[in-house]
C-alpha cells in the first residue's frame, strides 16, 4: 500500500457559478513531482433515487442534458441541502422530479465519478414504499417519467440515450440488492 | 418527444490545462429561458478497459487519485490519441498500465458520466486473448494492479475503495456480455 504523495501546493485555477478547478503540486513517494488538476466538489453532496415500484419496475426521467444538449434517459438526481440526509433529499427530489414520496429509503453505494479528477461522490439511494405525492421543482420544463422493468435491464442498455454510468452502475446494484434480499 | 432547446449564447467562462467551462442560454420549447453551465470535453476521446483472462479474471489498477487524494482501484483509463481508434488506444493503455496487450479488442458501451454537466464521454472497451507485452507509460510511479475474478464481483463492491461509476457499470455490463455469449 504506497503512501499518499505529499501536497507541495495547492490553488484554485479557476471559479465559476458551478465549478471549481483546483491545481495541486504532489511529490510521490518515490520522490517524482507532479502538477494535477482536478474539479473540487466537496462543497455539495448530491444523490441519484432508483425508485422501485413493488412490482418490480423502476421510474426514470427523460430530461434536458446541458452537457449533451440532448434528452437523456436516467434516474432522479439533485443536490442535497444543507442540514438534509441523503434519505431526505432523495425523498424530496422524487416528489419534485417523479411525483412520489417513498417510506422506504436507504444509501446503498457512495459512487465517484472519475475520481481522478473530481472529488465529487454521488449517493445511491433505493427509494421503496412509493405513493403518489408532489413537490414543485425547479425544472425549466415538465420532466417526462418512464416506468420500466428492472428484469429488463439489457433491453435498456441497448438505448443510447440511456448512457449514464452512474444510472447504468446503480440499476446492476439495486438488481442485485433485491436478488440478495429474496436468497 | 420534447424539441430540444434553442441556443441563445455560448461563451467560455473558464479555461485552465484540462478543463473547460461552457456557459449557454437556452429557450426551452415552452418559452422557458435559462442559463447553463457544462464542462467540455469533446476535445478529447477516452477509454477504460476489461482487461479479461481467459480464466474470468479480470485485471484492475490500483493508482492515485488526484480529486480523492487517495489511492483508487478501477479500470486501466486513458485518453485515446488523435487518429488512433478506440480499440487501439485502449490496447496501448494495457500495455502501459498493466504490462498485457490485447488480441480481441471490442467497444460494448458508450458511458456518459453525468450528462447534464458534462459533453464527455468513455468508450468501455472489452479486451481478451491478452498477451504479456509492455509499453512505457507516463505515471508518476508504478501502477499496482489485481487479478480479481469476475464471478466475485460482488465482494469488490464492498470495497470502499472501489466506487467509480464507470468501473461498477463496465464489470457489471462486462459479466453480462460474457454471459450473453455463453447462452
Sequence with gaps: MPERPRILGQRELARTRLFRVEGVELAFANGE????????????????VVPLFDNGDVMLVREYAAGRHDYELGLPKGRVEEGESYEAGANRELQEEIGYGARDLRVIKMLSLSPAYMSHRTAIVLARDLHPAHLPGDEP?????????????????EREDFSEARSIAALYLVRDWVLGERA
Tied chains: 1, 2.
Design 33 to 48: 513531482v507532479r502538477q494535477y488538476e482536478y474539479l473540487k466538489g466537496d462543497h455539495f453532496r448530491a444523490v441519484a
Design 141 to 157: 420544463e415538465a420532466i417526462e417519467t418512464l416506468r420500466w422493468p428492472l428484469a429488463r435491464l439489457e433491453e435498456l442498455l
